[in-house]
């Protein structure tokens, strides 16, 4: 395992980069670009392990899928085009390559074994599994069909009307994959609106689908037609960097072309409530999905109470966000968070254990975490566990810290940025 000794001192960021693009869309983008008949050509594509890992499983049922750097080519047939895998399908550590492939599969005609890595074996699948089987799917798997690896058979769906028990992007847009392979309309109702990006992406590759508030219908028997996608740059990379700056001295940076789909710039939400200096321009908008530029200058954040609704919308920012809050002035909760235990790692609790070590004064609550304001971080040993976000919130603390800090497990930040440490020497660099 590898590791870094980061010694980043009081250094100020400036500067403009461009982050890497949008994990959930690549995903999306070479799912859907599968399901397609005809050329997909996606440019801006996220080559981060977890990404490479939904190429790999589509390229294993048969589909042709050539990537040269950032751009990514998919020659398809469409549905029929998806072949059975003699190998079991490796799903890496990605949660959205597993919810969103099990949705697929269900709605094929074959059988498929599904497996990924330590973490994502231990994370809840029956919230999407269960569904699935409503919809007719056969879908078994350790601990009683609820853990990787699972076995999925699939074909013959019926449509259903569903409405999530979890506030889950991945399982509504699983379902809504199932019911493209349905007779009929199925419906998802959410009782808050989580990341709409499956939405906005089939229609572009020309599916019949209806949004009306929370609720989706998607009709079944269609037919996908290969288009063109340009992924935006991820806001969950860029939101590491627009904290940094805000809370090292002196700092002015702007990150261009960043996705600003509302369902997630809650980071730009928080970071406004927490009196951060920070400035949005809207460019353009692709395939229903705004980009443009966020500035941020260095602030004096002020505490705030981040709960309800807005979860959903940050759910992946998280991390730094609870970092910010250990430099506000006043005392943070953030409520309602439940399924930050359900991620790469329990987020509550290994967000919780690193900034304690960093010496933070931060309580874990079940559903969030309790943090007070104004603390002086101190140097020390940490480790990713594993978790990519857990590794850049560490890199993030170190500009703040005198000591030097050693970090453990840092390669695991490549599942979604994989030059982090790059863009983060450039704002560095540009700041001297
Ligand atoms: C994602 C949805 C979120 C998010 C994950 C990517 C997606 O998970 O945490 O990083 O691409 O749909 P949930 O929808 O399970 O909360």
Redesign the pocket.
Known sequence: MSHKVLAFQNQKLSGKIRVPGD??IS??AVMFGALAEGKTTITNFLVGEDCLSTIGAFQSMGVAIQREQHTVRIESAGFEGLKEPVEPINLGNS??TA??LMGILAGLPHHYTLYGDASLSKRPMDRIADPLREMGAKIDGRNNGRLLPMSVRGGGLSPITFYPA??????K?GVLLAGLLTDGETIVVEETK??D?TENMLKAFGADLTVEGNKVTVRGNQTLRGCEIEVPGDI?SAAFFLVAAAIAPDSEITIENVGLNPTRTGIIDVLELMGVSISVKEKKNIGGEPIGDITVHSSEPKAAVIEGDII?RI??EIPIIALLATQAKGQTVIKDAE?LRF?ETDRIDSVVKTLTKLGASITPTTDGMVIEGGTSLNGGVTESFGDHRIGMMIAIASLLIDDKVELHDDECINISYPTFFEDLHKLLNEGQ
């Open positions: 994990k959930s995903h999306r949660g959205t919810r969103l979890v506030k889950s992007a991945q399982v847009s989580t990341r990006h969950s959903p759910i992946d399924e991620k």
